[in-house]
């Protein structure tokens, strides 16, 4: 995890933005990103997967697999979710996530779990 803390992000191109992480004025922030990764760990923004993947934000949720596909993560059989009370449930991949609020919420069939903030691989 000290990637996170002591890494540079860098972009290139067309949209490159003024400053570079290393050059980056105090009080200045990283705006629409869409994750970051390192290993298996990757920070996401469901904000910005929303705006990414708007057609199925349209259809109300969107899909834990699509994340994962997004993400080019490994898949796995199941996923627990942690919410910003600490409240977990386990989920499998066919679970999906949909916009309530100012936060996200997780459905599987009769289950649900409002204001999630994180999830993991449930293993086998």
Do not use: H, W
Request: glycine share 10%; aromatic share 8%; proline share 6%.
């Amino acid at each position: 995890m000290s990637i996170f803390l002591t890494g540079s992000l860098i972009i290139e191109g067309e949209q490159q933005p003024l400053f570079l992480s290393e050059d980056l004025p105090k009080g200045m922030y990283v705006k629409e990103l869409l994750y970051m990764a390192y290993d298996e760990t990757a920070f996401v923004s469901l904000e910005s997967l929303a705006r990414k993947y708007p057609a199925e934000i349209k259809a109300g949720e969107i899909s834990v697999k699509t994340i994962m596909d997004a993400l080019g993560q490994a898949e796995s059989p199941s996923y627990i979710f942690t919410n910003i009370a600490g409240e977990k449930l386990q989920a499998p991949q066919g679970a999906a996530i949909s916009p309530e609020g100012d936060g996200f919420t997780l459905r599987t069939g009769d289950l649900t779990l409002p204001d999630i903030i994180s999830f993991e691989t449930g293993g086998q």
